[in-house]
């Protein structure tokens, strides 16, 4: 069967489609992986001072400096703790000041909840804000920098001694103020989407810390707080950026599915044929699998393009209104008759007779004057949207018939046709090629000298060869385009990880090959139904004349029957008018006999 190769625009289309589909699993997955909340906060803070170049020595070992500017014993120590907090006591947050003191409090990510909670000890903190009231009087108003140092604790063998220190640190500063009186700061911590770092922070004013104001407490970003929407003053901003990000590019996303599904539908004739199940299972295991391996990329996406999220949500439309448009199918029986000697004909000769086999059944659909037989699943689907589906022109029908019990219509087949149906229905092939058939007059000669002189000629005719052999329009795109692809998804969203999936599409897009389907029946000869229109009238006249004779039969006899009765009758009345005479007469008088067996005597009128 001739390949379909795959469009400039069908591809690009193909892309889009794929990039979205890519783009809703990973987001959604998000959605689901962690609580829904988004981040927005003005702080006054200078972000990531880099690590200084001093050392400190934590396992007094002579042959071995841990990295770093902090000791791991030094990080690993909290602050002064001045309650056990509960109602009965400040919050276990709580830090003195020289004249005041010092709260830190989040904001829990649980969307029920509005109000900041003190933060807690060691305590796994998911967002990037946290909230500094102060309560300030005197020397301790002004200026202050909380200085956080993020870490991660790992181990090494110094000397067959395991020792532990605190690897990978960076400084953050953020500067406040604490006004006189009650205040509140907010500070946004730079974000760690990847894993759980350990994080020790303390207050430093004017250049020196701030005696017991230590704390210490892990730090993972969720990403969905990199949202706009996190923290929003009031409803009012709630709906308006979910108008904005969310409802209006949904409302867009499901009017291009609906055009989509439309388009698709035009070409495929039908969609998967799986129904809405089908899709719900996987669009689970896509989300599944995207939970595991891509949660925190959803920040990066919503950070950069929040719209998406709206746009994307609105393409699952698509899959929902495939299935709801699709149509059901309906069975088709394809029949070859086996012929059988010693039939009897109904004139009562010998002929041949047939026996009807069912060989195939097929689940069809009639669409304009074609009939159909499509194959359920999402790659078939995509095949018959370039290639050509498997079909039967209504005009090439020969021996056709409605059909009864399970099946909608019934098809005749040559009775001496191999098969009874041949049916490839339209395909991918995923068949990527580095090299491609070249004709031999396309190629450079090897020279026809030998010897170390036409080495160069030989060694160029091999690498102009070479060079011809090469599929270069799918290297060209595969290679040129996964670039774009990846540079583009960078620049959008800012996800290398995304970008590195998304740029193996145009790979798997100008590898696959769309292929014809098929669907050849041997059909009946032409004279076949005439024939068997003969055949039912000749045993129609024939139960005719046979009911026919039937009844004439029943009339001969009944008139005979009655015939007889009737003669009956009659010898019987003249039975009874000869009795009645002999009794007026007295006795048997030949004059007055009456029986039509004798002959009637003379009587002499004048006596």
């Known amino acids: 069967m001739p390949g379909h190769a795959l469009s400039g625009g069908d591809r690009a289309a193909v892309a889009a489609v794929s990039v979205a589909v890519v783009l809703v699993a990973v987001t959604v997955a998000g ?12 702080g006054h803070y200078q972000t990531n001072a880099t690590n200084g170049t001093s050392a400190t020595d934590d396992s007094q070992s002579s042959d071995w400096t841990a990295p770093g500017p902090f000791g791991i014993d030094e990080l690993r120590t909290g602050g002064d703790q001045i309650s056990s907090g509960g109602s009965q006591g400040p919050p276990e947050s709580t830090r003195m000041l020289p004249t005041g003191g010092i709260v830190l409090k989040y904001l829990p990510l649980n969307p029920a909840q509005s109000s900041y909670q003190p933060l807690g000890r060691n305590q796994a903190l998911k967002t990037d804000y946290l909230l500094a009231y102060t309560s300030a009087f005197g020397e301790s108003v002004g200026d202050y920098e909380f200085v956080v140092v993020f870490w991660q604790e790992q181990t090494t063998r110094v000397n067959g001694t395991q020792r532990a220190y605190a690897a990978n640190q960076s400084v953050q500063r953020i500067s406040f103020e604490a006004e006189n009186g009650y205040s509140a700061s907010k500070l946004k911590l730079q974000s760690h989407y990847d894993q759980q770092w350990q994080a020790t922070a303390w207050l430093e004013q004017d250049g020196s810390r701030v005696e017991g104001a230590r704390w210490r407490f892990g730090h993972q970003t969720n990403p969905l707080t990199a949202s706009p929407a996190y923290p929003t003053n009031s409803k009012g901003d709630l709906w308006r950026w979910g108008a904005l990000n969310l409802i209006i590019p949904a409302i867009c996303g499901i009017m291009f599915s609906g055009a989509s599904a439309k388009h698709i539908l035009s070409r495929t004739i039908v969609g998967t044929l799986k129904g809405v199940t089908y899709w719900a299972g996987v669009v689970a295991v896509v989300v599944g699998i995207a939970a595991i391996v891509g949660t925190w990329q959803t920040s990066i996406i919503l950070a950069n393009a929040p719209i998406a999220v709206g746009i994307l949500i609105g393409l699952l439309a698509l899959p929902v209104m495939l299935s709801i448009r699709d149509s059901d199918l309906s069975k088709a029986g394809f029949f070859r008759r086996q012929l059988r000697q010693g039939a009897i004909s109904p004139s009562g000769d010998e002929t041949v007779g047939t026996r009807r086999v069912a060989n195939k059944i097929k689940s069809v659909y009639r669409h304009g004057e074609q009939l159909y037989a499509p194959v359920s699943g999402l790659r078939p689907m995509l095949a018959r949207y370039w290639a050509d589906p498997a079909k ?3 005009e090439d029908w020969k021996s056709y018939d409605s059909g009864d ?19 490839k229905p339209a395909r991918l092939k995923f068949a990527p090629s580095l090299t491609k058939a070249v004709a031999d007059e396309d190629l450079a000669d090897p ?10 000629a030989a060694i160029s005719a091999a690498v102009s060869n070479w060079f011809a052999r090469r599929n270069w329009r799918f290297i060209g795109i595969a290679l040129g385009g996964g670039a774009l692809v ?11 990880i995304i970008g590195l999936g998304l740029a193996t599409l145009p790979a798997l897009i100008d590898g696959h090959e769309a292929r014809d389907g098929s669907l050849e029946v041997d059909w009946g000869p032409s004279h076949w139904n005439d024939v068997q229109a003969q055949v039912q009238t000749e045993r129609h ?14 009339v001969t006899e009944l008139e005979w029957s009655d ?9 019987r009345v003249r039975t009874e008018i000869q009795k ?7 006795g048997n008088n030949p004059s007055t006999n009456l029986s039509p067996s004798s002959p009637q005597q003379g009587v002499d009128a004048d006596d």
Not at 31 to 42: G, T
């Open 486 to 496: 990846y540079l583009g998804t960078v620049a959008a969203l800012g996800s290398s």
């Open 580 to 586: 009645a005479l002999d009794d007026e007469h007295g």
């Open 541 to 554: 006249e024939y139960e005719e004349r046979k009911t026919f004779d039937q009844v004439l039969e029943a």
């Open 405 to 423: 019990g399970d099946l909608d219509q019934l098809f005749e087949v040559d009775p001496e046709s191999d098969k009874v149906l041949r049916h």
């Open 31 to 42: 959605a689901f992986a962690m609580p829904a909340s988004a981040a927005v906060a003005d």
């Open 447 to 456: 020279p026809e000298a030998d010897g170390i002189a036409a080495l160069p």
């Open 392 to 394: 039967i022109p209504t």
């Open 563 to 571: 015939h007889e009765q009737g003669q009956q009758i009659v010898d």
